[in-house]
């Protein structure tokens, strides 16, 4: 009878590992996503022999790395388990408004931090948002917070130097909570962002320029 048992045991065990075996299975496959828009045609004055550098972009903690993040309330982040950034937000910014800068048309040249080069223009840019927000309930947003300051170096003083600083809140509606479809808006409220920027660049550089007439 105690052999019975044992036996019976034994194919009851190698029944649950058999079962468990079954219902874990290989892993989900990891997607990665990216931002993609055209650069901004915007219409602005034609640049002058001037120099602008765009500094890193500094980032809150939830954008440091490459975690698509949601908000459901004001005190939850969480982030989607299988979908990932294909970049840290910061990159993408940084690489993207290099881009933009460089087609506008209103610099000389635009370097980045690792490019050598006098530069009496600089942009310092902090990314404090980069999220999915709305909830359940609400209607979900791709909401991208970036603040901008704009530096001239020729200007005596810090407070001088100042041309601008400015907080950029973008928000932009999207069909539902897939990460294709918070990456699509997430793309869109980058490229709202970019033209607002442009010509506030553009503004304070003119200005810049006829103070000096």
Request: aromatic share 8%; charged share 20%.
């Amino acid at each position: 009878m105690k052999g019975r048992r044992v036996v019976a045991c034994s194919c009851g065990l190698l029944l649950m590992v058999f079962c468990i075996g079954c219902q874990t299975g290989p892993a989900p496959k990891t997607v990665y996503y990216t931002l993609a828009y055209p650069a901004p045609q915007v219409l602005l004055p034609s640049g002058v022999s001037a120099v602008l550098r765009l500094e890193p972009i500094a980032t809150s903690t939830e954008a440091i790395g490459r975690d698509m993040v949601y908000q459901d309330d004001m005190y939850r982040r969480d982030i989607y388990h299988y979908s990932r950034w294909l970049q840290s937000p910061a990159e993408m910014v940084q690489g993207l408004l290099l881009r933009d800068l460089r087609t506008s048309g209103l610099f000389k040249a635009v370097l980045s931090s690792d490019e050598a080069g006098a530069t009496p223009y600089v942009l310092n840019t902090r990314l404090e948002a980069f999220r999915l927000t709305g909830g359940h309930e609400g209607k979900p947003q791709a909401a991208l917070t970036i603040v901008v300051t704009m530096l001239d170096s020729h200007r005596k003083g810090q407070a001088e130097g100042i041309l601008f600083q400015k907080t950029y809140n973008i928000i932009e509606p999207i069909e539902s909570r897939d990460p294709n479809d918070l990456a699509r808006g997430m793309s869109a409220a980058m490229s709202r962002f970019s033209e607002e920027l442009l010509r506030d660049v553009a503004a304070a550089k003119k200005s810049t320029v006829n103070s000096q007439q």
